[in-house]
């Protein structure tokens, strides 16, 4: 048995310990002092002396700096842990209402509705086909699940849900500034798409709270279910493309096979779209280099990884993959109105993402009008019908019709049909074209703008100079003139705009500057117009369309005319519900802003309705320019190619509806007859039908509705003024002498039998800035009296003269009395071109029977008695007068 130890050498054991502790104290103090004595008195001596390496090193280095460095990285560890915890927990908080046990239910098939305004079914995006976007795992090919694995996420088998290191490799990638990467597992980015859809696209400090959260949903995902369960969700949920969810949508539009039944080219495909499923999409032809490329490099992951050798790789890279897909247009089927469907899920795609609209599930409104629609359809049916097409030489056309008031587009053809080979299902109304003369209007809009004090306002009654001159040459930069090649001299903008002459178009601008006239068109809706590539370098020639815009901007640009100067947005949606029910996008109508004032789009309109004035180079009742009881404005176009015109244009617009009509070649080559008026077929069928049809009954317009002249606008004879225009500024009335025959100024050799007196408009050239006088139509105040002068230049004074006259009878009671008259010439040239006998109060025409002789018959009226004094006055055609000459009487008895 062992001895225990006394009390008296426990003690002695507690003592020792005790001294070696107060021992080590005692050294460690001593040691401390004797280190203080050594550093510089001086505090700032003392820091720096501190940080000198040798000293810096030896403490860090040393027993002391060692259990120092231990004891900051356990606090840091610590600290760390307490805030990633707080971190977790503050938005584990916001998950409680996410059950993660739910993301199989959440993973389901999900079909578009696109309606017209009515209710009516435009299509149902379902991504190509009858097909079930989700389908058990049973019925995914091994190939794409390896092949998305391979290439989402290699490590997928190994990880719990989450790569740290993944995520810290892209950390360190943005913050160098390198290309963006995604540090997400294949668990991840099925969590953020079933239920963080809309904070996908959150990037930098804003997608952190996101990605918290995804990464405690990974966890508990992996938890809840399988890696096979995993990554067929995923292959059921991802976007591959265009509106197509799901791998098996995916596999059935692309090449007419099950999921299932992929083959190993083709899965590899499936498995690089969702990346980016917009620029990978197949369809996408500007992708598909990049797409064949990703591709490969799937190809070549899944060889790396195991999955397949290196030989099925290469075969499959050398199978032509792209040459197999179904054609696009076989998803289209039954699709009412495709150009406008497809350009309202572009928008879709561009304000919700293409996660949310691929998705499906949505209800989408929209603003067309089946019955509208199928009325635009069929009368672009009738002209490709017919024999205009090859006649004029044009193979495509584009339509859209838009509410004036609202801005809601109700039909649209970008094409001449959807299925016609080669451009059918391209968009010409959102393509970039010239617009021609289309865009004068929009020039003219401007022009009748309150201009700067001192500078001359302008009304429909202005006057400019349809003439090409080198100082217009040199203003345009090159010759300038109309397709008829001829010259109208001074023309009021009234004149000018209905009959779409060129060089006052030029002019307007001019006066506006082109940059405010940009502005105003660019206000107005047409936006696009002179935007795209050597457009924008172009000057006065956007005065007469010499750039291209889309037509749907065109139209909404008339629509601002309609709307008496105010801008709306365009919209094609109503409304957009989600599966649930929920509303995601509302249209609501907005006042607009007024971007022209009302009177000078009032003035506009007015000329654009001038059947008169446009009768010159439309003719009278136009067709598609004028209807019974429909009031519109309307504007044709042509641009041209080297003289000869490639694309014609009319726009027609009502307070109610605005419409525009494009016909023309894809190719941009010229048309065999491009008369401008062609287009009038199309808004002749339209028009009515919506006025009268659609309209009326919904008391939307009335039978010869128009728009009401706003207050202030002035009237002066036919023309309309804005308010602010002065008469007295830039242009003055003044009476002018005439010579009838010439048309010419008067001058002192013009006889007072030819002269008239006129009322001539003074105006100053925007261009020369000289003075510019405008007579009435017909006349010229340019030049003078070449007429009645000689040679010489001496006047002429010849005159015709009555050489003899004989009556007969020279008395009788009733009647008839002939005059008989020998007429003799003037000047040589001049012919005489009547004769006027004056008996008493009574004047009779006589008539030329032969050579010089004229016979005037004259019979008195029962109250005429007494004898009569007979005078005769000749004309000749330079309007001379004889003066004097023979003359005689006749007396009248009272007898019966």
């Excluded at 561009?350 to 209800?363: A, I």
């Excluded at 010439?825 to 004056?838: E, L, W």
Aim: glycine share 8%; aromatic share 10%.
């Amino acid at each position: 048995m062992a001895k225990k130890p006394s009390r008296s050498r426990k003690l002695s054991v507690y003592s020792n310990l005790s001294k070696q502790r107060k021992t080590r104290r005692e050294l460690a103090a001593r040691q401390r002092a004797e280190y203080r004595a050594k550093l510089p008195k001086d505090p700032v001596k003392r820091f720096f002396y501190r940080l000198h390496p040798k000293h810096f090193w030896a403490y860090w280095f040393s027993k002391q700096g060692l259990y120092m460095a231990l004891k900051i990285t356990g606090i840091a560890i610590l600290v760390l842990c307490i805030m990633v915890g707080a971190l977790f927990a503050y938005f584990r908080k916001d998950l409680d209402s996410i059950n993660p046990d739910e993301l199989s239910k959440r993973v389901q098939t999900n079909v578009t509705k696109y309606l017209d305004r009515n209710g009516n079914v435009l299509w149902e995006d379902t991504g190509g086909g009858n097909y079930k976007l989700v389908v058990p795992s049973s019925d995914l090919n091994p190939y794409l699940k390896q092949a998305t694995v391979a290439i989402e996420d290699k490590n997928f088998y190994k990880h719990g849900g989450v790569s740290f290191s993944g995520i810290a490799r892209a950390a360190l990638t943005d913050l160098q500034g390198g290309q963006v990467q995604g540090g997400s597992t294949l668990t991840q980015q099925l969590v953020k798409q079933v239920f963080f859809p809309d904070e996908a696209s959150y990037r930098g400090i804003n997608g952190i709270p996101r990605k918290i959260k995804e990464v405690i949903l990974a966890f508990e995902v992996e938890r809840m279910y399988s890696k096979d369960q995993i990554v067929s969700m995923y292959l059921n949920e991802s976007p591959y493309g265009g509106p197509r969810n799901g791998v098996e949508s995916g596999a059935e539009t692309y090449f007419g096979v099950s999921a299932k039944n992929v083959t190993l080219p083709e899965a590899a495909l499936l498995a690089a779209i969702p990346q980016n499923p917009t620029y990978f999409n197949p369809y996408y032809t500007a992708g598909n280099a990049d797409l064949i490329a990703r591709q490969h490099t799937v190809l070549d992951d899944m060889a790396q990884q195991g999955y397949i050798t290196q030989k099925q790789a290469d075969d499959a890279k050398n199978f032509p993959i792209l040459d197999s897909l179904k054609p696009e247009k076989d998803q289209y089927q039954n699709i009412q109105a495709p150009w406008f469907v497809q350009m309202v899920r572009q928008e879709l795609i561009q304000k919700l993402g293409s996660s949310v609209v691929g998705q499906g599930g949505l209800t989408v409104t929209t603003t067309l009008d089946i019955r509208i629609q199928n009325k635009l359809q069929d009368a672009m049916n009738n002209m490709f019908n017919s024999y205009i097409p090859n006649w004029a030489g044009f193979t495509d056309a584009a339509s859209t019709v838009e509410d004036s008031q609202t801005g809601q587009i109700l039909a649209m053809m970008g094409s001449r049909s959807w299925d016609y080979p080669g451009f059918g299902e391209t968009n010409a109304a959102l393509s970039y074209i010239q617009p021609g003369s289309t865009i004068k209007p929009l020039v003219y809009a401007q022009l009748f703008q309150q201009k700067p004090a001192g500078q001359q306002n302008y009304g429909s009654g202005s006057l400019f100079n349809d003439t090409s001159s080198p100082q217009v040459e040199a203003l345009y930069g090159s010759t300038l003139n109309d397709s008829d090649n001829k010259s109208k001299g001074m023309m009021t903008v009234r004149d000018a705009l209905a009959q779409s002459r060129n060089i006052p178009a030029v002019l307007a601008m001019h006066v506006n500057g082109i940059k405010t006239t940009l502005d105003t068109i660019h206000a107005m809706g047409a936006s696009s117009y002179c935007t795209q590539g050597s457009d924008t370098q172009v000057q006065l020639a956007a005065a007469i369309g010499g750039c291209g815009l889309r037509q749907v901007d065109l139209v909404n640009a008339y629509a601002s005319l309609a709307r008496g100067g105010v801008y709306k947005p365009q919209s094609d949606i109503l409304s957009v519900t989600n599966s649930s029910g929920e509303t995601i996008m509302k249209w609501s109508d907005t006042a607009g802003t007024r971007v022209v004032d009302q009177q000078s789009a009032y003035i506009v309109s007015n000329i654009l309705n001038d059947e008169k004035a446009r009768e010159p180079l439309d003719g009278y009742h136009a067709k598609g320019m004028w209807f019974p009881d429909i009031q519109t404005g309307t504007k044709t176009g042509t641009s041209d190619k080297g003289g000869y015109a490639k694309d014609i244009w009319m726009m027609s617009y009502s307070p109610a509806v605005t419409m525009g009509v494009w016909f023309g070649n894809p190719d941009t080559s010229i048309l065999k007859n491009g008369t401008s008026s062609l287009p009038g077929a199309i808004i002749a069928e339209v028009m009515p039908y919506v006025h009268e049809d659609i309209y009326q009954p919904a008391g939307k317009w009335k039978p010869n509705q128009w728009f009401t002249q706003p207050a202030g606008i002035q009237k002066v004879g036919n023309e309309l003024y804005p308010s602010w225009w002065n008469k007295d500024q830039g242009q003055t009335n003044a009476t002018m002498d005439f010579d009838q025959v010439s048309k010419y100024a008067a001058t002192s050799c013009t006889p007072a039998s030819a002269k008239i007196s006129l009322t001539v408009t003074k105006s100053t050239d925007p261009i020369t800035k000289q003075q510019v006088i405008t007579a009435p139509a017909g006349y010229d105040a340019t030049k003078t009296d070449n007429v009645h002068v000689n040679s010489d230049g001496s006047c002429i004074t010849a005159t015709p003269t009555i050489e003899s006259m004989n009556v007969s009878p020279t008395s009788a009671s009733k009647g008839p009395f002939t005059i008989t008259m020998t007429v003799g010439q003037g000047a040589s040239q001049f012919n005489i071109t009547g004769v006027q006998v004056t008996i008493g109060g009574n004047t009779v025409a006589a008539t030329n029977t032969s050579g010089n002789q004229w016979v005037a018959t004259y019979t008195p009226d029962s109250n005429t008695t007494g004898t009569q004094n007979v005078t005769a006055v000749a004309t000749d055609s330079g309007l001379y007068k004889s003066s004097g000459g023979a003359n005689s009487t006749i007396t009248v008895s009272s007898g019966n």
